[in-house]
């Protein structure tokens, strides 16, 4: 588990990292606002700790602690609680799954406390903006924190998602290609993600308005164009799952299309050369019969004729074939 507090106000900003929450909320700034950001769920005392100073409710740590909940705004007296999903970097692992996180947020009216599910730094850009007063990050209130918090993670949906979308265009290629034998599997893999994604996505979308309609007035007039656009931006990771949810189907379809014109062809070539033996089997057949007066038997030149009459009707029928377009 990792413990950081960010102390800011227009005047300056500081970051210290610490093994407690003790320790940590020794540094927070009190005439400011403070981040603290916690990173791993596997000690639930320091957790608990930090609810118990909050004033943070039993029902919320169970959410926080559950890393399977579904993206959800929750309003309690004293503070804001926001679940949502964050997505890695990459499209996807080398197994194929995708590298899924819970993000938890607690926003109260000087302090923002966000719970990440796994040890790692997601939200960087967010500090540097904080510790070299990038933008107006340092003027803005908490909620204008979490908008930040939240807008990198949509902002890494819109990443992953454009990723996504460059390996369908491989995909379209391999469909054609007869001898892969990958690609079923490979795209059955990449719309189990996408259905995920469409999980996470869908509900934030919602959230996200709920949240600039609560009528105690969590959200600011002058941050309702940013939460706007954050919305804005959900918008367009749904548009895009669906979009390649779509094109996947096509590609299963293009895929299934080109398996039957194989199968076709391999079917027309063994009905051709079964016809071209039916004429020539009847002929042996009837020559082949153990009858004892059969005139043709006894001429001298039957055999090279009834192999010259085979031979023609064969070149014969694939001349038909050929004039009708058949091969």
Request: proline residues 4%; glycine residues 6%; without cysteine.
């Amino acid at each position: 588990m990792d413990l950081s507090l960010i102390g800011y106000d227009p005047a300056g900003a500081w970051i210290r990292n610490e093994d407690t929450v003790d320790g940590l909320l020794r540094h927070r700034n009190p005439a400011g606002l403070t981040w603290i950001n916690m990173s791993g769920l596997d000690k639930a005392a320091e957790i608990n700790r930090l609810a118990e100073i909050f004033n943070i409710h039993p029902l919320t740590v169970e959410d926080i602690l559950d890393t399977g909940h579904r993206p959800k705004v929750e309003e309690f007296d004293d503070y804001l609680f926001v679940v949502l999903k964050s997505i890695g970097v990459g499209a996807a692992r080398r197994d194929g799954e995708l590298d899924l996180e819970q993000i938890a947020l607690v926003i109260t009216e000087n302090t923002v406390i966000s719970f990440q599910e796994k040890p790692g730094d997601y939200f960087d850009g967010v500090r540097k903006r904080i510790l070299n007063n990038a933008g107006r990050i340092r003027r803005m209130g908490t909620v204008y924190l979490a908008w930040a918090i939240m807008d990198a993670v949509v902002d890494r949906y819109i990443v992953v998602l454009d990723a996504i979308g460059a390996g369908i265009e491989e995909f379209e290629e391999r469909a054609m290609d007869e001898k892969d034998q990958d690609i079923i599997p490979d795209i059955q893999r990449l719309k189990q993600n996408l259905l995920r994604i469409r999980r996470m996505v869908w509900p934030l979308r919602e959230n996200i308005q709920i949240m600039g309609r609560l009528e105690s007035g969590w959200i600011p007039a002058e941050l309702a164009p940013f939460f706007k656009d954050l919305h804005d931006n959900v918008v367009q990771a749904v548009d895009s799952v669906e979009t390649y949810r779509e094109l996947i189907a096509g590609v299963i379809e293009v895929n299934l299309s080109t398996i039957s014109n194989r199968m076709n062809n391999v079917m027309k070539v063994l009905t051709i050369i079964s016809t071209i033996f039916i004429p020539l089997t009847f002929i042996v057949g009837v020559y082949g019969m153990n009858f004892k007066y059969m005139p043709e038997l006894e001429f001298p030149l039957a055999y090279p004729i009834a192999w010259a009459v085979m031979l023609l009707i064969a070149l014969g029928m694939l001349v038909f074939f050929k004039i009708r377009r058949w091969l």
